[in-house]
């Protein structure tokens, strides 16, 4: 049975900094392609970050200098490290894993908000 199981995510204040993680099983973690999307209310889901299994990331602008996403082939686990976070980074972020087959976690709830 396959997992992704996303920790880390909170309430936090403009400009403070989350790390979320992503744990995975049942899977052969290290073939699969990683990411991390986000969907807030009323708004479709988004490519947040991604890494291949190659390590090569790729980033849309929204998030650019301030997000990092990194994994650990040893711990089954991607991470996403979220920096100088925004009002509108506030959504519920997935993790997921694709290829050969397409896999999401169940999400963590970001909330920016003073």
């Known amino acids: 049975q396959v997992q992704l199981v996303e920790s880390g995510g909170g309430l936090v204040q403009p400009g403070g900094s989350l790390r979320l993680s992503c744990a995975a099983s049942g899977i052969i973690f290290s073939i699969y392609d990683m990411g991390w999307y986000r969907q807030a209310p009323g708004k479709q889901r988004e490519l947040v970050a991604d890494?291949?299994?190659?390590?090569?990331?790729n980033y849309p602008h929204s998030v650019k200098g301030r997000f990092t996403i990194s994994r650990d082939n040893a711990k089954n686990t991607v991470y996403l490290q979220m920096n100088n976070l925004k009002p509108e980074d506030t959504a519920v972020y997935y993790c997921?894993?694709?290829?050969?087959?397409?896999?999401w976690g169940q999400g963590t709830q970001v909330t920016v908000s003073s």
């Open positions: 997921n894993a694709a290829y050969p087959s397409i896999y």
């Open positions: 890494i291949t299994k190659g390590g090569s990331t």
